[in-house]
């Protein structure tokens, strides 16, 4: 049967394949340009929930439930130790990587036999039918107090990991990081849903901000996964949160809080010539243009339903109050170690670390950042930030700084005794 589908794909391949999921039919062109059929992955993402991390010649593609190991210009994809042959070879073409068609209709429903099956008449990608699902809820917000839930339909937040899962030592060091415990980082594509963020004035095909972060959420989330971190986001699709919604998501188990933003100027003369990538931590700002990004991030307020699961009052204040001062000296090195790595992958200016209140950082619990991965009016940001290599370049060195954080923390929680932070 399998010698019948890779005759099939090598000889005919259809012009497009359809990919059926609960969350309705996708069609998706196969190309031909190199001899075998192909699919561009950036048009599995919302269908599949797939994601990519480049590193070099390798392509790290992630799904729910496997992670698949390319290797550009290689007729092979390996999953965990099982290697599956291809028809044709991954390549990367107009910043874009194309998969082999081949790993679309028999590795991938191979490996997840349980989740997907090939319809080779229909030439069909189809997901299964859950036995039974489980729902997932939002991890509760960390405050005393308790709330109701949101109207029906708001976007649930990723299940909490098994009770010390982020504290349990591994067997080995970890051979990709060193790391020698698990971590758990929340991941926050900023906007969503109604609010589109930054409309991006040199952004191509109508792009807007909350497209780019939900895009360099999902690499992230691959590449951290990559190296064995575990990860999380706060929105997986176009999706509305409340900005003091999303920090509750790193609460627990959680380690880490990013918020992924794109900068902008206001009209002027200086408009389009500034350009570059700064990394905020949650403190008063202190410049004109501290206040300025805060103000243009934290109007994102105007979205919201008001039914934010936060605190308010006098006990959100305290609370705010404690967060903003609990992990400052750890969000200021996290944010330096971020931003120094982004600054030498980044084609703008390094605009160093600032800070600045933001209301999406006031409710996590663990260190956070707000990371501007560029300015959508300067036509070099915009150009680097919607294309796919730099989307891939932005997440593995904001990966690349976090691990750096990870590892000086564990250096320190080995040579100190504990004082109940982290």
């Given at each position: 049967m399998i010698a019948l589908v890779w005759l099939a794909l090598a000889t005919a391949p259809p012009p497009a394949v359809i990919i059926a999921t609960r969350r309705g039919e996708t069609s998706v062109p196969v190309t031909m340009e190199r001899g075998w059929g192909a699919v561009a992955a950036p048009l599995l993402a919302a269908p599949l929930e797939l994601t990519v991390a480049l590193d070099g010649p390798r392509a790290t593609v992630g799904l729910p439930g496997a992670v698949f190991v390319f290797e550009l210009g290689a007729p092979f994809v390996r999953t965990g130790a099982v290697v599956c042959g291809l028809v044709g070879e991954p390549y990367l073409a107009r910043d874009t990587l194309f998969l082999p068609l081949s790993w679309l209709a028999d590795c991938l429903p191979r490996?997840?036999?349980?989740?997907?099956?090939?319809?080779?008449?229909?030439?069909?990608?189809?997901?299964?039918?859950?036995?039974?699902?489980?729902?997932?809820?939002?991890?509760?917000?960390?405050?005393?107090?308790?709330?109701?839930?949101?109207?029906?339909?708001?976007?649930?937040?990723?299940?909490?990991?098994?009770?010390g899962a982020s504290l349990r030592p591994l067997a080995t060091p970890n051979p990709i990081?060193?790391?020698?415990?698990?971590?758990?980082?929340?991941?926050?594509?900023?906007?969503?849903?109604?609010?589109?963020?930054?409309?991006?004035?040199?952004?191509?095909?109508?792009?807007?901000?909350?497209?780019?972060?939900?895009?360099?959420?999902?690499?992230?989330?691959?590449?951290?996964?990559?190296?064995?971190?575990?990860a999380a986001l706060t929105r997986t699709g176009d999706t509305l949160i409340d900005l003091a919604d999303r920090g509750a998501f790193c609460a627990a188990e959680c380690d880490l809080f990013v918020s992924i933003h794109v900068n902008s100027m206001p009209?002027?003369?200086?408009?389009?010539?500034v350009g570059g990538v700064e990394t905020y931590f949650l403190s008063?700002?202190?410049?004109?243009?501290?206040?300025?990004?805060?103000?243009?991030?934290?109007?994102a307020i105007r979205f919201e339903t008001g039914s934010s699961r936060a605190a308010t009052g006098p006990v959100g204040f305290i609370l705010r109050d404690l967060q903003q001062n609990e992990y400052l000296r750890e969000s200021a090195e996290l944010a330096k170690l971020v931003q120094?790595?982004?600054?030498?992958?980044?084609?703008?200016?390094?605009?160093?670390?600032?800070?600045?209140?933001?209301?999406?950082?006031?409710?996590?619990?663990?260190?956070?950042?707000?990371?501007?991965?560029?300015?959508?009016?300067?036509?070099?940001?915009?150009?680097?930030?919607?294309?796919?290599?730099?989307?891939?370049?932005?997440?593995?060195?904001?990966?690349?700084?976090?691990?750096?954080?990870l590892l000086e923390f564990e250096r320190r929680s080995t040579t100190a005794a504990p004082t109940g932070g982290r």
């Open positions: 490996t997840l036999a349980a989740r997907y099956r090939w319809n080779a008449v229909a030439t069909r990608l189809e997901e299964l039918p859950v036995a039974s699902a489980v729902p997932v809820t939002r991890p509760a917000p960390a405050t005393p107090m308790a709330t109701s839930g949101g109207p029906a339909g708001r976007p649930a937040g990723p299940p909490p990991p098994p009770a990081t060193g790391l020698r415990q698990r971590h758990l980082v929340v991941i926050d594509p900023g906007h969503g849903g109604a609010d589109p963020g930054n409309p991006g004035r040199y952004f191509p095909d109508g792009l807007v901000e909350k497209d780019i972060t939900l895009a360099v959420g999902r690499l992230l989330r691959a590449e951290l996964t990559r190296r064995g971190i575990g009209a002027g003369r200086r408009a389009d010539r008063d700002a202190k410049t004109e243009d501290q206040e300025r990004v805060a103000k243009m991030e934290n109007e120094d790595s982004l600054a030498r992958a980044h084609p703008g200016g390094d605009h160093g670390v600032q800070q600045a209140s933001f209301r999406v950082l006031t409710s996590a619990r663990r260190p956070a950042i707000l990371v501007e991965t560029g300015f959508a009016t300067n036509r070099t940001d915009a150009g680097f930030l919607a294309s796919s290599l730099g989307q891939h370049k932005i997440a593995s060195a904001i990966a690349d700084g976090l691990v750096a954080y």
